[in-house]
């Protein structure tokens, strides 16, 4: 089975920001990087070279495909932030309601500043979904 091309490493993740040209971009990412540490209480590690993760669960497909993954994190990517919401947003809708400008993939919230959102919405959505994914993979 081919292993996962992103993996968690030793890589510094203030040096990566800091590799953020957008000004506004890279504080945005130093908030969102306190905001994950809250939430998850795990430090920040790089997962591959773009993305910032926090926590860590284990996944076992039913084709019995198994790894790792981070529990939320975010990569700046050249459009948009890109939030890595793991528990998806099925049962988030009344909190993405209320979030402003933004658009979904299956579990990525693409923003485009956090100034267009509503912080503490975010803030909430960011907290439930680790909670979810902590009490979905405690027995893993």
Known sequence: MAELKTQKNDASVEAFLNTVADERKRRDCFTL???MQEA??????????????????HYTYASGRAGDWFL???????????????AGFDEYDELLGKLGKHSTGKSCLYIKRLADVDMAALNELIALSVRHMVQSHAAD
């Open 33 to 35: 990087l306190e905001m």
């Open 40 to 57: 998850t209480g795990a430090e920040p590690l790089m997962w591959g070279d773009s993305i910032v993760g926090f926590g860590e669960y």
């Open 72 to 86: 939320t994190g975010f990569a700046p990517r050249k459009q948009n932030l890109t939030l890595y919401i793991m």
